[in-house]
């Protein structure tokens, strides 16, 4: 639920604009990479945990149906991999990593939710090249929020929304939160992220 001292500042996306940007993101993933590495069963979306799953799954959806193709799908959790596990005086909540494919050689597709400092995305890099050496990995988020704290870009970006360390952008999906939507949020100051895993120490309450 939303908190009383979260202020929500714009809703940036609804349902439908949501379905609409991961259409034309679908689109755009076929158009990254050459033909046979559908045809071949090479490429691959990988979730990452939590948002970034549901998402990936919708966008593997709408490739199948529209290519016909068939391509592989994993759940990722980098939250060990992260350079401020060992700071943290809690314990991290991790959360479960599913890829049943071969990452040698594949051409893989990370998808998340926010792109915010960069430092999740990291981890994930990290996870994934433990697993095996893929041919490619692309960075595919539905909002880059800017703030960068590592040199990492996305390749496939569904909205820029440049934001200040008072602002978050949410998310909610129907698969976890029973609505679909995105919106920009005033946060208190003890509330702020500055750059951190909300998933260590205290967590934000979802709205």
């Known amino acids: 639920m939303m908190q009383p001292q979260d202020q929500i500042k714009a809703q940036l996306m609804t349902s439908v604009d949501l379905d609409r940007t ?3 993101m679908a689109r755009e993933v076929t158009e990254v990479f050459e033909p046979n590495a559908l045809s071949s069963s090479r490429l691959a979306l990988v979730g990452m945990q939590t948002r970034g799953v549901h998402l990936a799954r ?12 068939t391509l ?10 992260r350079d401020d596990v060992r700071r943290r005086f809690y314990q991290p909540l991790v959360r479960r990593t599913e890829i049943l ?27 994934l090249l433990d697993l095996g050496r893929p041919a490619t990995i692309r960075l595919l988020v539905l909002i880059d929020r800017g703030l ?19 602002e978050e952008v949410r998310v909610k999906v129907q698969e976890q939160d029973q609505e ?8 208190p ?16 309450h979802k709205f």
């Open 22 to 24: 991961l259409s034309r």
């Open 58 to 69: 919708r966008l593997h959806q709408k490739i199948r149906e529209a290519e016909g193709s």
């Open 72 to 81: 592989d799908f994993g759940i990722l959790d980098a939250t060990l991999y």
């Open 101 to 127: 494919f071969d990452v040698n050689e594949a051409h893989i597709v990370l998808v998340d939710d926010v792109l915010f400092t960069g430092r999740t995305v990291r981890a994930a890099l990290d996870a």
């Open 148 to 166: 960068r704290e590592l040199p990492l870009q996305a390749d496939i970006v569904g909205r820029f929304v440049p934001t200040t360390l008072g």
């Open 180 to 187: 679909d939507g995105v919106w920009l949020v005033d946060v």
């Open 189 to 204: 100051a003890h509330k702020r992220k500055g750059g951190t895993n909300p998933d260590f120490g205290q967590r934000l």
